[in-house]
């Protein structure tokens, strides 16, 4: 079994290295690792690291360097479409795995499921204090979700705590590759922020689909370092709102039940902000 990290990144080269090191000290696994990381014309000297890091890890480094800064969607797209691997990670350039991510993967991804989501560890800037132990995206443990029909969606959609079940953060995503390349993209989500979303809820409304959620916290999320909070969290709002609200309508719109359950996990969200979507 082979899988693709696919890293869409943008000046970060000084928290990349971290994260190559995390899958590195990967143990007790078989898998087949690669790394696809698809730079968005950083400045900071990404680009002349590779060869350092392709020299000091153990498994390859795809690279690939756009001309000019392609927006966030395009370079989300542009990492996965990089990997050759039977499953991609998605995975953001300042997080990192937890220990044994790997090992506890490769038993679960030997079912095969479509789709896997994992929570996921908070803390710091710096990875040194933990903020929060287990973000769970879902309420309940580990379970497999089958889509055949409205009321799996709903199910699913009525389990989440938040959008991180609805694919919000990339680092959660474990997708079986040939699932997205099926998928033909709607450009009209170039710019949301969230392109990457609309090719899950694609995948996963096709109604032959499984998700294998994981109540285990796999990743460490660098905390105080959102690109999207970078004009203040007002901003970072906007962005959930605007895309999740398109996504709503261009999915849901013509049944009313799927569009209000939906809804609601945009309400649990940040309720003070989304009372009226429910």
């Known amino acids: ?13 000084k928290f990349i290295e971290d ?12 898998l087949i ?5 698809s730079d968005n014309a950083s400045t900071d000297g990404t680009e002349e690291s590779i060869n350092i890091w392709r020299d000091r890890f153990n498994f390859p480094i795809l690279y690939q ?64 204090k933990i903020s929060n132990p287990h973000r769970r995206w879902l309420n309940g443990g580990s379970r497999l979700f089958s889509f055949s029909n409205e009321a799996d969606l709903i199910e699913y959609f009525s389990k989440c705590n938040s959008v991180g079940g609805l694919f919000s953060y990339l680092s959660s995503i474990i997708v079986k590759r040939n699932k997205w390349s099926d ?15 609309y090719i899950l809820l694609r995948i996963i409304n096709n109604m032959n689909s499984t998700l294998q ?22 901003r970072r709002i906007k962005i959930d709102f605007i895309g999740y609200l398109k996504l709503r309508e261009d999915f849901y ?14 309400t649990k969200e940040r309720p003070w902000f989304y009372t009226s979507l429910a």
Request: with cysteine; glycine share 6%; aromatic share 10%.
């Open 213 to 234: 959620y994981i109540s285990l916290p796999l990743v460490d999320c660098r905390g105080d370092n959102d690109t999207f909070e970078s004009n203040g969290k007002a």
């Open 65 to 128: 360097r756009h001309n000019e800064n392609i927006g966030p969607d395009r370079n989300y797209l542009s990492a996965v479409n990089m990997g050759t691997g039977d499953y991609c990670w998605i995975f953001g350039s300042d997080d990192i795995l937890t220990k044994n991510s790997l090992a506890l993967m490769e038993d679960k991804l030997a079912a095969g499921s479509d789709i896997y989501l994992c929570d996921r560890r908070e803390l710091d800037i710096s990875m040194t």
């Open 1 to 13: 079994m082979k899988v693709s990290f696919c890293i869409p990144t943008y000046n970060r080269v």
């Open 253 to 266: 719109n013509n049944d009313t039940k799927i569009y209000i359950s939906f809804g609601r996990v945009l």
């Open 183 to 197: 998928v033909i993209f709607d450009e009209s989500y170039i710019g949301t922020a969230y392109a990457h979303v």
């Open 19 to 30: 994260l190559l090191e995390s899958i590195n000290n990967q143990s007790s696994h078989s």
């Open 33 to 37: 690792v690669e790394v696809c990381i």
